[in-house]
């Protein structure tokens, strides 16, 4: 992938899926594909709630929570007033929920967020929150299946808690082959050199401490 494709810039590396509608890099189409199709065999209706990503929607997310538009969430998930904070605390409370723009593995169309449409009624809501994929959450059992099936398919938990920088996200999985190559190519100089012409709301206080959000939300991940 080319520097605009790593951050989301481009989408020249991605294909629009029609079935399940997704939006992924042209060879992770395949692999998730045989993936869904296990998991109908086993009754789980794998669905993507989100797929690829593009810079400017994670921007106008990531300005929407600086200005205090957006909700901003504190570590326990109770909204918090963004008036009083700092813009270096501003930065520190959005990163505990949302991705640096250009620093999103949405961006490169090799990582999922899945569920199982099967395990709810039609008109449920999925909110992407560890209570779902708890024991008694609904997707509870799609969890266990993942855990025991994705690593077949290609597919790795990055967020599951324990080196990387991303709480735990049991919903989000990633194809190793292509995501391995992008982690290594999203260098700090990509993501700085995207940042730099973006209209990026606390841009001098991310750029300042680009080199350590690089670390822990880039490279710092959990292994496949
Ligand atoms: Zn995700």
Redesign the pocket.
């Known amino acids: 992938m080319n520097a605009g494709e790593l951050t989301g810039q481009a989408r020249t590396h991605v294909a629009e899926v029609p079935d399940p509608i997704c939006v992924l890099h042209e060879h992770v189409v395949r692999p998730f594909l045989n993936l869904r199709k296990a998991a109908l065999a086993d009754g789980f209706d794998l669905s993507p709630v989100?797929s690829f990503r593009e810079f400017d929607r994670q921007l106008n997310i990531w300005n929407g929570k600086f200005s205090g538009e957006r909700p901003v969430l504190d570590a326990s998930g109770q909204s918090i007033d963004v008036g009083p904070l700092s813009a270096p605390e501003r930065v520190a409370a959005i990163l505990q929920w949302s991705a640096l723009p250009g620093a999103?593995?949405?961006h490169w169309g090799t990582?999922?967020?899945l569920i199982d449409r099967n395990a709810t009624p039609a008109s449920y809501r999925p909110q992407?929150i560890p209570e779902e994929f708890a024991p008694t959450g609904p997707y509870a059992r799609l969890g266990e299946w993942l855990d025991a099936n994705a690593a077949r398919f290609g597919f790795f938990r990055p967020?599951r808690g324990v080196l990387s920088g991303v709480r735990p996200?049991p919903?989000?999985y990633s194809f190793a082959p292509v995501a391995e190559k992008a982690r290594g190519d999203l260098t700090p100089e990509v993501l700085r050199t995207a940042l730099a012409s973006a209209a990026l709301l606390g841009k001098e206080q991310v750029l300042a401490r680009l080199d350590e959000l690089h670390a822990r939300f880039v490279a710092g991940i959990d292994w496949p």
């Open positions: 989100s999103s593995r949405h990582d999922l967020d992407l967020y996200e919903w989000h």
